[in-house]
């Protein structure tokens, strides 16, 4: 089954102790890219990357850290949480950016 | 970078009416531009998408326009139903960035 998976699917921490999202593929998908969702901002994109070892930054990459290492795995490294960081997050993948994406299930970060 | 508005951010509509909702991009680049919908707790799913050499695409009951020129697109659902309410969000890539969405419409469904 094609499908995007995402972990852990809850998370709580507190400030200042490095956390990471997984995300991993299994479409072969060559972009991926991870967003933050609040209410009434919609979804931000924080970084994406177009294949292996390369990553770029979308609107509100401050804070966060990617790698793309292998094609099906990006994960989003959290250096030093802060409260503001509190959000749902979800990682999507797509054969590029003008098809369709495909979204994880998301993962609620409680930072506090 | 890119910039998509979308408006309304609500939208309340009696079941069976249609509805429409729009946005704007600023980059003239841009020339892919999907519509996801978002049910509550659940993750965004693509309902419909049109490029940049297409004016309409219609699927059933949802269509979305282009305007390059006004760089506009609209959303329009017809016939609503009770399994259409949901929050919906337009966006809009160029060949080489990422993908910059709307903040979204929330679309109610009155009984």
């Known amino acids: 089954e094609a499908q995007v998976t995402q972990n852990p699917r809850y998370l709580i921490t507190v400030t200042g102790k490095k956390l990471t999202v997984t995300c991993s593929q299994n479409m072969n998908h060559e972009y991926m890219s991870w967003y933050r969702q609040d209410p009434g901002l919609g979804l931000r994109q924080i970084y994406y990357s177009m294949n292996v070892e390369v990553t770029d930054k979308g609107d509100v990459p401050e804070g966060y850290k990617v790698s793309r290492k292998e094609k099906r795995n990006f994960p989003l490294i959290l250096e030093s949480p802060s409260p503001n960081q509190t959000s749902l997050y979800f990682c999507?993948?797509?054969?590029?950016?003008?098809?369709?994406?495909?979204f994880g299930a998301g993962t609620r970060l409680s930072v506090l | 970078g890119e910039n998509v508005e979308q408006h309304p951010s609500t939208l309340s509509v009696q079941e069976g009416d249609s509805a429409v909702i729009k946005c704007t991009y600023s980059d003239s680049a841009s020339n892919y531009f999907p519509w996801y919908k978002q049910e509550l707790g659940k993750r965004p799913q693509l309902i419909i998408d049109?490029?940049?050499?297409?004016g309409e695409k219609k699927d059933q009951r949802i269509a979305v326009t282009l305007n390059k020129t006004a760089k506009h697109f609209s959303l329009h659902i017809t016939e609503t139903q009770p399994e259409d309410s949901a929050v919906y969000f337009c966006?809009?890539?160029?060949?080489?960035?990422?993908?910059?969405f709307g903040k979204g419409t929330h679309l109610i469904i009155q009984p």
């Open positions: 049109i490029r940049s050499n297409v």
């Open positions: 999507a993948s797509s054969l590029n950016p003008r098809n369709i994406q495909y």
């Open positions: 966006a809009a890539s160029t060949s080489a960035d990422g993908l910059t």
